[in-house]
């Protein structure tokens, strides 16, 4: 149950921070020309988890409480993007380019269909 509170922690503060950033820059130029909230949000979610993985690795200076709270609550809440970036690059690091990319095909090309049919089927509803 403890761990539940922290993914639920960091995911209601993640899910909020992402908010703020989208106010704080959809304020300025027409949002509807480029996501550049959501282009920050994913990069910015990358940049953190790589550090802190990168950082965290072989030193065991996140415990699974703060892992959890802050690479799948956090991070989560803020982009799931920072996840599959971090999955992508290890693949890489671990020899499999391949594989790394057949999952960057496998989660762009579906998941933009998806959003594409989901948008044009709830427009039919």
């Known amino acids: 149950m403890t761990k539940l509170f922290y ?3 960091g995911g209601f503060l993640g899910s909020v921070l992402r908010y703020l950033v989208s106010l704080a820059v959809d304020s300025g130029p027409d949002p509807r020309l480029m996501p550049w909230a959501t282009i920050i949000v ?3 979610g990358c940049l953190a988890i790589g550090l802190l ?3 965290s690795e072989g030193r065991g200076v996140l415990g699974d409480g703060l892992a959890l709270f802050v690479m799948v609550g956090l991070l989560g809440g803020f982009t799931t ?3 599959f970036g971090l999955q992508t690059a290890e693949l890489v690091r671990g020899g499999y380019a391949g594989l790394a990319a057949l999952n960057v095909a496998a989660q762009v ?3 933009l ?4 049919l989901g948008f044009s089927a709830g427009r039919m509803i």
């Open 113 to 116: 269909a998806a959003v594409w």
């Open 81 to 83: 993007f920072s996840a």
């Open 109 to 111: 090309v579906p998941g």
């Open 53 to 55: 993985a990168g950082w």
């Open 7 to 9: 993914v639920g922690l």
């Open 42 to 44: 994913n990069v910015a």
